[in-house]
């Protein structure tokens, strides 16, 4: 080969790696978040959905747990309660449903411990902090004892999917420190999710073993918790925690259980009862022909399961109404993490205030609409 061959022969092959070098770098310029995190981390994954868009980068939250918010910071819902007995229902709320399960009970003047307002503090699928960010459950923990006294809150409760597999022990320890932590000073009560029981297996036996529901005298659980009834008369409600099945066997026994407490409001907690688009779920279909439409002492239902927030009303023929509230946010996995809400429960106007709040974020409300996060349930219990 000749000199002038071998020059046009390196010639072309250093061309060549320009080439290949430029499309590589092009190409990496290019490539969307979703691309970027999928490469650092295989498990991650953005949320798509088009009505929960970015935040601005100016936007971007600190990761870090920060003091508890006053009560007063969250002004659109709890100033009202606070300031005013009976607050004005503004124009796009429904009017409020004169109806109560107790009329002997609501008849009688409030003490004043009964009219003071108490809350509950609401976890739901916490199943990705449990799996890989055990961080944020811990924040989570810590936020819900550092506002316990001054939100009144009498406990915490969680809808299910405390853990992402069940057979993993790693989950089921990382779960145990954060809500072990909230046991040592304050009641926490929960329901079994899908992930929690192996799906459609429904078997209990790793989650009974972990026993993390506070489980006082006054309360009745059947079937190694998978269903349970708690009493709570100094404020008024009857706690129900349905867990997840395949059957509606459980029915005939929570009903003759609120029956047993027909004076007390009930709360039901379950899993499944909701869509994304707020429509009955399958499992929602069969609690409400079941549960709801035979025990009308059931004015609101907590659950989650499907990602996003939603919730859900109607009103039966005697007149009262039902309440259902969702909210799972823990897929958005860069702007979703560690969301809690707290329910503050007014008796004297018998309405239910709502606000959403990630400590581990510091960031209230996920939805740019803060209506979807924030808000008041009129009448509600």
Request: proline residues 7%; negative net charge.
């Amino acid at each position: 080969m000749n000199k002038t061959r071998l020059f046009q022969a390196l010639w072309l092959l250093l061309l060549s790696v320009v080439c290949v070098l430029t499309f590589y770098y092009r190409r990496e310029s290019t490539k969307s978040p979703q691309e970027v995190i999928a490469r650092e981390d295989t498990v991650v994954a953005l949320a798509t959905d088009s009505r929960t868009p970015a935040p601005l980068p100016s936007e971007t939250p600190s990761p870090s747990p920060t003091p508890a918010p006053t009560i007063y910071e969250i002004t659109e819902v709890f100033i009202p309660l606070y300031e005013t007995p009976t607050p004005s229902v503004p124009a796009t709320v429904p009017p409020a449903v004169s109806f109560s399960p107790v009329p002997a009970k609501t008849a009688e003047p409030l003490r004043e411990t009964d009219a003071a307002p108490f809350s509950l503090i609401w976890f739901s699928d916490t199943q990705y902090y449990a799996y890989k960010r055990p961080e944020i459950f811990l924040s989570m923990a810590d936020w819900a004892l550092r506002i316990r006294d001054e939100y009144r809150a009498i406990a915490v409760v969680c809808t299910g999917d405390i853990v992402d597999n069940r057979n993993y022990e790693r989950h089921w320890t990382n779960a145990e420190a954060a809500i072990l932590r909230i046991r040592e000073q304050m009641p926490f009560y929960c329901v079994a999710g899908n992930h929690d029981v192996g799906a459609d297996k429904a078997d209990y036996s790793i989650y009974a073993k972990y026993d993390f529901c506070t489980v006082p005298e006054e309360m009745t659980v059947s079937d190694d918790g998978k269903c349970w009834v708690l009493p709570i008369p100094e404020h008024g409600i009857l706690l129900v925690g349905v867990g997840w099945q395949n059957d509606a066997a459980y029915a005939d026994w929570v009903n003759a259980r609120i029956a047993e407490h027909k004076e007390l409001t009930a709360i039901l907690l379950v899993h499944s009862f909701l869509n994304d688009d707020g429509t009955l779920s399958v499992n929602g279909k069969r609690v409400e022909k079941a549960i709801l439409q035979n025990s009308p002492s059931v004015r609101l239902v907590l659950c989650g399961h499907n990602d996003g927030s939603a919730r859900w009303s109607k009103k039966y023929d005697d007149g009262h109404v039902v309440n259902a509230m969702m909210y799972n946010f823990q897929d958005d996995k860069k702007y979703g993490l560690g969301y809690a809400r707290i329910l503050m429960f007014n008796p004297g106007t018998r309405n239910v205030a709502v606000t959403t709040y990630s400590p581990f974020l510091n960031d209230y409300n996920y939805y740019r609409d803060s209506q979807r996060d924030t808000f008041t349930l009129y009448d509600a219990w």
